[in-house]
């Protein structure tokens, strides 16, 4: 239930730990979404936040062969370094920290992701994916980069909205159900008040120093998946140290969605379907700018089950 504006609480606060996964060739990022105590935050389906690692010149800190993706829209967003994004429709896009990229797979897309050749020998960011509701689920494919997002800066403190709007920030981003996500950066000693909507739930991603909410006595800190339940109708944030976190929140998902590798669905015979027609290799097109072996399917082993 919403409060009321005369008795505003603190929010209700949830940490999760983080779990490793590996994305292969030597890369480990922290996972937050899904995780068995947390499934989904609004419609985001998926959470992962990489480095901050050092590149050494002439490697790849991230070097992900071409895959399949369904019924989702996959949002990166970096904070240091630099992405090479090749797609199926021939969309090519090198990525840096402030610009997003989002790639809407709709029925189906294959891309690739990879440091580029020339970069800045650091790599930090998120990947995330939206899933999108039945009804635009099996849309027709594509990309958008966006350079242009908007930003306020005030007494130290730094907001930028990449999907979704927060407060008078709005991020010209085609999304397809009503999601939210910022950066916010805090020098150290600085705060901000940040405007929700009471009927969302958030989770804040710290991928830099620790942060702490007033009116709680818990100091938030990386390698961990914060969830916010609905009910609140802002958040203050301080911190002693520069800190930066990724806010992400939306209106609860009411769809249960069966999620497999790199496909959302509503059913295990839409993921054994789209499983099938990656390994046949029809229905998610070819990443033709990639030098390499696209990746494989894994095996399906027992029945993909959903979500919620
Ligand atoms: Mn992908």
Redo the contacts with the bound molecule.
């Keep these: 239930m919403a409060a009321s504006p005369s008795t505003i609480a603190a929010p209700e606060l949830y940490s999760h730990p983080a779990r490793r996964a590996s994305l292969g060739e030597g890369l480990w990022v922290s996972r937050l979404l899904p995780s068995r105590q947390q499934r989904m935050v609004g419609a985001w389906c998926f959470a992962d936040h990489f480095g901050p690692s050092p590149v050494p010149p002439g490697k790849k800190a991230m070097d992900?062969a071409p895959?399949p993706?369904t019924g989702l829209q996959?949002v990166t967003w970096l904070l240091d370094g630099e992405l090479l994004h090749n797609d199926s429709l021939g969309s090519r896009s090198i990525i840096r920290p402030g610009e997003l990229n989002l790639m809407t797979a709709g029925h189906g897309i294959s891309?690739a992701?990879e440091t580029p050749p020339e970069h800045s020998n650091n790599l930090h960011g998120l990947?995330l994916w939206l899933a999108l509701p039945d009804n635009q689920r099996n849309c027709e494919p594509s990309f958008q980069h966006h350079r242009e997002l908007p930003q306020l800066d005030e007494d130290g403190s730094r907001l930028q909205v990449f999907i979704g709007s927060l407060g008078e920030l709005y991020s010209p981003a085609q999304v397809f159900s009503p999601v939210v996500a910022a950066e916010i950066s805090l020098q150290a000693g600085a705060g901000t008040r940040l405007p929700l909507n009471a009927d969302w739930e958030y989770a804040l991603i710290i991928v830099e120093g620790e942060l702490q909410v007033t009116g709680t006595q818990q100091s938030l800190g990386t390698e961990a998946l914060h969830y916010l339940a609905p009910g609140a109708q802002q958040l203050d944030l301080v911190s002693d140290t520069a800190a930066r976190a990724i806010l992400i929140g939306g209106a609860p998902f009411t769809e249960a969605i069966v999620m497999w590798w790199?496909f959302v669905g509503r059913s295990a015979e839409d993921i054994t379907q789209a499983r099938a027609d990656w390994q046949a290799g029809t229905r998610f097109g070819t990443v033709t700018a990639y030098r390499g072996e696209r990746l494989p399917a894994p095996e399906l082993s027992g029945r993909p089950r959903a979500s919620r």
Excluded: G, Y
């Design positions: 992900v895959h993706h996959t891309h992701e990947q790199n």
